[in-house]
């Protein structure tokens, strides 16, 4: 479930940041295929990878990560 909740967050950052999947690729040095699957959620994002993104939409990593409810088990 986290993976396909950070796979939508990086999705949108993407989207709202005005970014193909190309140029984000591009920007972090990885294949579209790599970014393609992270946002499908067919691969996790390794922490590697997580600040590549954040780096390259010029966001805190944190942003990326699933937003926990009050309540929700940890």
Same mark, same amino acid.
């Given at each position: 479930?986290? !993976?396909?909740?950070? =796979? $939508? @967050? &990086?999705? %949108? #950052?993407? !989207?709202?940041?005005? #970014?193909? $999947?190309?140029? *984000? %690729?591009? @920007?972090?040095? &990885?294949? /579209?295929?790599? *970014?393609? %699957?992270?946002? @499908?959620?067919?691969? !996790? =994002?390794?922490?590697?990878?997580?600040? !590549? /993104?954040?780096? %390259?939409?010029?966001?805190?990593?944190?942003? *990326?990560?699933? &937003?926990?409810?009050?309540?929700?088990? $940890?």
């Amino acid at each position: 479930m986290e !993976k396909n909740q950070i =796979a $939508q @967050r &990086v999705r %949108a #950052f993407r !989207k709202l940041k005005g #970014f193909t $999947q190309d140029e *984000l %690729a591009q @920007r972090m040095g &990885v294949s /579209i295929a790599i *970014l393609g %699957a992270i946002e @499908r959620g067919s691969r !996790k =994002a390794e922490a590697k990878i997580m600040q !590549k /993104i954040a780096d %390259a939409l010029n966001i805190d990593p944190a942003e *990326l990560l699933p &937003v926990r409810k009050e309540g929700e088990d $940890q």
